[in-house]
């Protein structure tokens, strides 16, 4: 080759790397994966996954037939496309595609497995196999379709642990709008209360709700806070949303004493009610009150470290509720005479229904 051939073919080289180097190294990053679509008769639970208008969507709290983008329990995850993407987190499904429960096997939070006795489960934590009647899970009562439509959501067989005469013998001096087919109507909100776990375990669960609601409505006999001084200290202005019912508004209200704006918003966004500017729902609808009990009960660790109904189902024990409820008030030496009301009355409703108190009761 001569030397103007060979300087030549070094210039074309040169040009064609020079072309390389302009050429961009990356391309634009993609839109996720869609999570399976959200289904509104699905239960969803905090951190859960659903795809809905092209967006996924991630839990915030436990939350059922709330429309993602409509409803605050709902953060947007960005857009998405395409087919399902990852395992786990989801709930609805298609057909009979959930797994079966592994023992030993590990598993995240969100995962859906079948247990052994057909029933679905959703991991609450991570956990290493834990059995899902026992332990870091919660029980999701789906079945399986035949058609490939995902889950239905049937009434708990059975129904609720506690019938109406043992209601009745728990709250003998009751006032009349605690009904008990307020109670049994509310219970839908919350398919996995009292319904968990071995039957000791659900009446257990059972008991410890309504003796923490004993003590907070003396019985309940009180629908509202009776000390209307403290009415006007529970509007924190400082949220975006105010008080739109007014100053004094948002009193402690219910079996578990519903108090303050922000727990108002977050108990009407995970029910679908607007309690924040209907707060009076809560003293004149029956079903709505036990509704912001179970609400509390199940999706709130208060002052404490769990939930209430994780800490029954999981073995904590009923002094975890206390905590849950009102610990940093009551627990560790604060109020010993107020937690020994609650275990008194823990103790005489295991009793009524026929099952042992367990231990840890104090907190």
């Not at 398919?191 to 000791?200: C, E, H, M, R, V």
């Not at 003293?283 to 709505?288: E, G």
Request: hydrophobic share 35%.
């Amino acid at each position: 080759m001569s030397r103007q051939r060979l300087i030549a073919f070094l210039a074309a080289i040169a040009a064609i790397v020079g072309l390389a180097i302009l050429v961009p190294m990356s391309s634009p990053a993609l839109a996720s994966d869609c999570a399976a679509p959200w289904n509104s008769s699905s239960v969803y639970t905090g951190g859960m996954t659903a795809s809905y208008n092209s967006h996924n969507w991630s839990a915030k709290w436990w939350t059922q037939g709330e429309t993602p983008g409509a409803a605050d329990v709902w953060a947007d995850q960005g857009a998405c496309t395409g087919g399902t993407g990852g395992s786990g987190g989801t709930t609805g499904g298609s057909g009979c595609s959930y797994p079966a429960w592994v023992a030993g096997h590990s598993y995240v939070t969100g995962d859906i497995v079948k247990y052994t006795n057909g029933l679905f489960y959703i991991a609450t934590h991570d956990n290493p196999g834990y059995d899902p009647t026992i332990s870091t899970w919660y029980w999701s009562p789906y079945t399986c379709g035949t058609g490939g439509s995902g889950g239905t959501n049937p009434p708990p067989a059975g129904g609720f642990v506690v019938s109406e005469a043992q209601f009745n013998q728990m709250f003998p001096s009751r006032n009349s709008f605690y009904t008990y087919s307020g109670l049994t109507a509310a219970l839908s909100a919350y398919p996995g209360f009292a319904t968990t776990g071995s039957d000791t375990v659900k009446k257990q669960e059972a008991a410890a709700f309504l003796a923490n609601v004993s003590h907070e409505t003396g019985g309940l006999v009180y629908i509202v806070e009776q000390n209307t001084a403290n009415y006007s200290h529970y509007c924190d202005w400082s949220q975006p949303y105010g008080c739109p019912a007014g100053q004094s508004a948002y009193y402690g209200r219910g079996p578990i004493q519903l108090s303050w704006n922000f727990n108002y918003k977050a108990a009407g966004d995970s029910l679908g009610i607007d309690l924040l500017d209907n707060p009076n729902l809560v003293q004149t609808d029956a079903a709505v009150a036990w509704k912001t009990g179970l609400w509390y009960w199940n999706t709130q660790t208060g002052p404490g470290t769990m939930t209430s109904h994780n800490a029954m189902v999981n073995g904590a024990g009923f002094g975890e509720t206390i905590r849950s409820i009102n610990g940093s008030i009551e627990c560790n030496g604060g109020n010993p005479a107020e937690v020994q009301d609650r275990v008194n009355a823990y103790q005489n409703f295991t009793s009524i229904l026929g099952v042992p108190a367990g231990n840890n009761l104090y907190c």
